[in-house]
């Protein structure tokens, strides 16, 4: 029961007439129960600021109490895209994820990023409940996350939200964004060799206009605009040194959107794309994964950089358009998860999948250019109940091995 609601029965209870107590009169009635609602509520709500924990100077809302303080589970109805429940893992297989959070805020600054737009917004609580239900659900042992503010509010949602999941290694770096997001990761399994290239040129230079409008940044050098995090998981069977890992190495991704972006995506893709080739071709013991929010579908520019002979895509027998692989509410199959060649026998056909979580309706998307890949956004309806991102966490089993042409140890 609800502070509002325990309160009101509480005063129903003490205002009702009873033996010897003469019986009030209805407007008198409802006053006092009124006026005493009201008082329980606010010493209610006084308490729960004065016991909600600090974290770096802000306070965080008051820690919920008992499963009944949630808001209540999504319905069975099945998913508009992906599908309701994640497979079962085969035996000694690791679910790697990615999910695209949508502004992972858990306060209005952050204390490592003074670049952050006025306009971020806490998280909604109820939204941090839903993405902690979607992330329970997917049983992820590596995810990666985009849209993050800072590592303190990683970590601060992950111990406040998904105690118990044996996250205990995290890692998020500045990537230099404007709106202050990060990419990142949680692992059960523990992390190292974080890196970002902040400041990198990678080709070319902004042209003259951003759609109709002149740019900003006209015949400037093109630098990532949110760099990749490259990160080295340590699997439980590795003997690995940090100078020749053995595990994952993994680059989560989150390129530039948005129409006018796509020269901007693509030369963050060819950029990515060849780092990342060049770590595999470095650590020939290790599996190269290039995973994230990728703003752009497989056929698309941002996409069509990473070379299909060189990287896998375990999607890549379902036609775009599938519902079960779409990863956006908009309709589109902009994230995903790529394997480098020499380690595609680590993912079995059938491994990747989309989890399905209540997506909100796109309303009227309308093209706005010339290329027919290139979509608004649109106009948003109302997020349904369970809301948690605009996005879908993506995910695959990988059941690590030797890279084909390695000789086992």
Same mark, same amino acid.
Not at 9 to 35: E, F, K, N, V
Not at 315 to 343: C, K, M, N, Y
């Given at each position: 029961?609800?502070?509002?609601?325990?309160?009101?029965?509480?005063? =129903?209870?003490?205002?009702?007439?009873?033996?010897?107590?003469?019986?009030?009169?209805?407007?008198?009635?409802?006053?006092?129960?009124?006026?005493?609602?009201?008082?329980?509520? #606010?010493?209610?709500?006084?308490?729960?600021?004065?016991?909600?924990? @600090?974290?770096?100077?802000?306070?965080?809302?008051?820690?919920?109490?008992?499963?009944?303080?949630?808001?209540?589970? $999504?319905?069975?109805?099945?998913?508009?895209?992906?599908?309701?429940?994640?497979?079962?893992?085969?035996?000694?297989?690791?679910?790697?994820?990615?999910?695209?959070?949508?502004?992972?805020?858990?306060?209005?600054?952050?204390?490592?990023?003074?670049?952050?737009?006025?306009?971020? #917004?806490?998280?909604?609580?109820?939204?941090?409940?839903?993405?902690?239900?979607?992330?329970?659900?997917?049983?992820?042992?590596?995810?990666?996350?985009?849209?993050?503010?800072?590592? $303190?509010?990683?970590?601060?949602?992950?111990?406040?939200?998904?105690?118990?999941?044996?996250?205990?290694?995290?890692?998020?770096?500045?990537?230099?964004?404007?709106?202050?997001?990060? $990419?990142?990761?949680?692992?059960?399994?523990?992390?190292?060799?974080?890196?970002?290239?902040?400041?990198?040129?990678? =080709?070319?230079?902004?042209?003259?206009?951003?759609?109709?409008?002149?740019?900003?940044?006209?015949?400037?050098?093109?630098?990532?605009?949110?760099?990749?995090?490259?990160?080295?998981?340590?699997?439980?069977?590795?003997?690995?040194?940090?100078?020749?890992?053995?595990? @994952?190495?993994?680059?989560?991704?989150? $390129?530039?959107?948005?129409?006018?972006?796509?020269?901007?995506?693509?030369?963050?893709?060819?950029?990515?794309?060849?780092?990342?080739?060049?770590?595999?071709?470095?650590?020939?013991?290790?599996?190269?994964?290039?995973?994230?929010?990728?703003?752009?579908?497989?056929?698309?520019?941002?996409?069509?950089?990473?070379?299909?002979?060189?990287?896998?895509?375990?999607?890549?027998?379902?036609?775009?358009?599938?519902?079960?692989?779409?990863?956006?509410?908009?309709?589109?199959?902009?994230?995903?998860?790529?394997?480098?060649?020499?380690?595609?026998?680590?993912?079995?056909?059938?491994?990747?999948?989309? @989890?399905?979580?209540?997506?909100?309706? #796109?309303?009227?998307?309308?093209?706005?250019?010339?290329?027919?890949?290139?979509?608004?956004?649109?106009?948003?309806?109302?997020?349904?109940?369970?809301?948690?991102?605009?996005?879908?966490?993506?995910?695959?089993?990988?059941?690590?091995?030797?890279?084909?042409?390695?000789?086992?140890?």
């Amino acid at each position: 029961m609800n502070p509002a609601a325990s309160a009101r029965a509480t005063a =129903g209870a003490a205002a009702g007439p009873g033996p010897g107590r003469q019986a009030l009169s209805s407007a008198a009635r409802w006053d006092a129960w009124a006026w005493r609602a009201l008082a329980l509520a #606010l010493v209610a709500c006084a308490g729960a600021m004065l016991t909600a924990p @600090l974290r770096d100077g802000v306070r965080l809302p008051a820690e919920p109490q008992g499963a009944s303080a949630a808001p209540a589970a $999504q319905g069975r109805q099945p998913p508009r895209f992906g599908i309701p429940e994640p497979p079962r893992r085969a035996p000694g297989a690791v679910r790697v994820a990615s999910w695209n959070l949508q502004d992972l805020f858990l306060w209005p600054e952050s204390p490592s990023d003074a670049r952050r737009a006025s306009a971020a #917004l806490p998280k909604p609580d109820d939204e941090l409940h839903a993405a902690a239900r979607v992330i329970r659900a997917l049983d992820a042992d590596v995810l990666a996350l985009q849209e993050v503010g800072s590592l $303190q509010e990683l970590e601060a949602f992950r111990d406040r939200y998904l105690a118990g999941m044996g996250y205990a290694h995290a890692a998020s770096l500045d990537v230099g964004d404007a709106r202050g997001i990060e $990419q990142a990761v949680l692992s059960r399994f523990p992390l190292g060799g974080a890196t970002v290239w902040p400041d990198a040129q990678i =080709g070319g230079v902004h042209p003259q206009h951003w759609g109709p409008q002149r740019h900003q940044l006209a015949g400037q050098p093109v630098r990532f605009r949110r760099g990749p995090l490259r990160v080295l998981v340590d699997l439980p069977a590795d003997k690995t040194a940090p100078r020749d890992p053995s595990g @994952l190495i993994l680059y989560v991704v989150h $390129q530039k959107s948005g129409p006018a972006g796509a020269y901007w995506r693509r030369a963050e893709a060819t950029a990515t794309a060849a780092l990342a080739a060049q770590d595999a071709r470095d650590h020939p013991r290790a599996h190269v994964l290039v995973l994230g929010d990728f703003n752009a579908q497989p056929s698309e520019p941002g996409r069509l950089e990473y070379d299909p002979t060189l990287w896998l895509d375990p999607f890549g027998e379902l036609p775009q358009s599938d519902p079960i692989a779409i990863t956006h509410a908009s309709g589109r199959r902009i994230d995903g998860v790529l394997i480098w060649h020499a380690s595609s026998a680590i993912a079995a056909p059938g491994a990747a999948f989309v @989890l399905g979580a209540p997506a909100a309706a #796109l309303a009227n998307p309308e093209p706005s250019s010339a290329d027919p890949h290139e979509r608004v956004v649109g106009v948003w309806g109302q997020g349904p109940a369970g809301w948690a991102s605009d996005h879908l966490p993506v995910a695959v089993d990988i059941t690590p091995a030797p890279r084909r042409g390695d000789a086992p140890e």
